[in-house]
């Protein structure tokens, strides 16, 4: 699987760094890709837009039965996910997506998921996702770096307006060719939508 951020890629992946089913998501298309170079995959973060309300706690966007079966989907996965203490900012862990390149990008996006779902790190403030992911052995000054830049600012916002463009009703939203699969997503729905690919 390669990343690619343009827009031929074989697959598009709407996500949140904020959302579990998101992580589980990304977690089970790198699997499946892991070995075939001939997938291109486009990530594009767009948030949560919970009503373009942050005042939301996780506990009100998912409840104690959804985390259940998060948690026991997560674990066939062999993830460690824990519901994060409340919500912060993902724009700039969203912001420096593009700032990395192919080969590193992956293993950042994986990084930030653990960030939030194992290490209930706010991944808001610069220092402290600088010094998770020196510890994860990415790159940190590309995140001082990208913060800087306007671009990516405008980048970000630019993609959070892809809920009404893109008619997004949910996320994970995968895109491959003419499909389209949304929300919680299982291996069979993702084997389903990807056996063209394959085969």
Request: aromatic content about 12%; overall charge negative; glycine content about 2%.
């Amino acid at each position: 699987m390669k990343i690619s951020f343009d827009d031929d890629s074989n697959i598009k992946f709407y996500f949140s760094f904020l959302c579990p089913y998101s992580y589980l998501a990304w977690k089970q298309i790198c699997d499946i890709f892991n070995n075939n170079d001939k997938i291109t995959i486009k990530p594009i973060n767009i948030g949560l837009n919970i009503h373009n309300n942050n005042s939301y706690s996780f506990r009100e966007l998912w409840g104690k039965d959804r985390w259940d079966r998060i948690s026991k989907e997560a674990n066939q996965l062999g993830i460690v996910i824990s519901e994060p203490l409340k919500i912060v900012s993902e724009e700039l862990a969203a912001r420096c997506i593009q700032s990395f390149d192919i080969v590193s990008v992956e293993y950042y996006i994986s990084s930030i998921f653990k960030a939030v779902f194992a290490a209930d790190l706010d991944i808001s403030i610069t220092s402290s996702l600088r010094y998770y992911l020196q510890s994860e052995g990415n790159d940190s000054e590309i995140i001082v770096e990208a913060s800087k830049k306007p671009e990516t600012l405008l980048q970000y916002q630019e993609q959070t307006e892809l809920w009404r463009k893109k008619r997004i009703r949910a996320i994970p939203t995968v895109d491959v060719e003419n499909e389209r699969i949304a929300g919680f997503l299982s291996r069979r729905q993702l084997d389903s939508i990807f056996r063209s690919l394959l085969e």
